[in-house]
């Protein structure tokens, strides 16, 4: 070893050759593009390391299995929340078809009770021409079931007025010969002895019993119908 050569700056000559050879991180090319490129610097510790690639590609590998584990749960969730939903769709429609066939047996029941409560017949108490119907309900006791043939339907005439709804005691309620103001067609009419039913809405004679009346009596008939059989006698 040559005299006055000192250990210490032989090697801080070397570790500054080192450093002028030497590119820090900060003075490294930055690259556009990852082709060819196998590793990253990086500091483990004191040392300086490789960092491959396949490390870091498999923490994003690690992380795109668990977000396809995720979607694929998600994805099974919502299936079985479709079927769920089509479940109670169904069995919502088959609540309304059950609901609806209760609703058409309970006004089957309601239009077989009401047939029978009104009946074949209903009995009124005359004919009067014409007459203005009021449409409020009537209670007042006493009146009679007429036909008006201007209006073509029944009406309760009491105290000098005709109304087209009523309910009195011992009079057939409005709902015996019409519904809703409409004569009710399928059904027969009785006044006195004659027989009626709606024709065309009108009200006709389809059966009358008159007892035998003279000549003179039939000629003194303020009307005659033509669908009146009369039978008529002479006296000795």
């Known amino acids: 070893m040559a005299e006055g050569i ?3 700056q032989i090697v801080q000559e070397v570790l500054d050759r080192v450093l002028q050879s030497s590119t820090g991180v900060e003075d490294m090319e930055t690259v556009t593009s990852l082709t060819g490129v196998k590793s990253l610097p990086g500091q483990k510790g004191d040392k300086l390391v490789n960092v491959p690639f396949e490390l870091i590609s498999k923490v994003a590998n690690d992380a795109a299995t668990r977000a396809n584990a995720a979607a694929k749960e998600a994805e099974e969730s919502i299936a ?3 079927d769920k939903t089509q479940d109670a769709i169904d069995a919502a429609k088959d609540a309304n078809d059950a609901a609806a066939k209760a609703e058409d047996a309970v006004e089957l029941v309601e239009n077989t009770t009401i047939a ?3 009946g074949a017949t209903a009995r009124f108490s005359g004919i009067i021409e014409e ?5 409020d309900k009537s209670t007042v006791p006493g009146g009679e079931i007429v036909w008006v043939r201007n209006a073509k339907r029944f009406a309760y005439r009491v105290e000098g007025s005709l109304h087209g709804d009523w309910e009195s005691d011992g009079i057939p309620s409005s ?3 019409q519904k809703n103001g409409i004569p009710l067609a399928d059904k027969l009419y009785m006044q006195g002895t004659s027989l009626y039913v709606l024709d065309a809405g009108d009200l006709k004679v389809l059966a009358y019993r008159h007892e035998p009346i003279s000549e003179d009596d039939f000629e003194a008939l303020p009307e005659k119908d033509d669908n009146i059989l009369y039978l008529i006698y ?3």
């Open 234 to 236: 002479e006296e000795d």
């Open 80 to 82: 079985g929340l479709e």
């Open 131 to 135: 007459g203005e119907i009021k449409p």
């Open 6 to 8: 000192n250990i210490e």
């Open 116 to 118: 029978s409560l009104q």
């Open 175 to 177: 709902a015996m010969f």
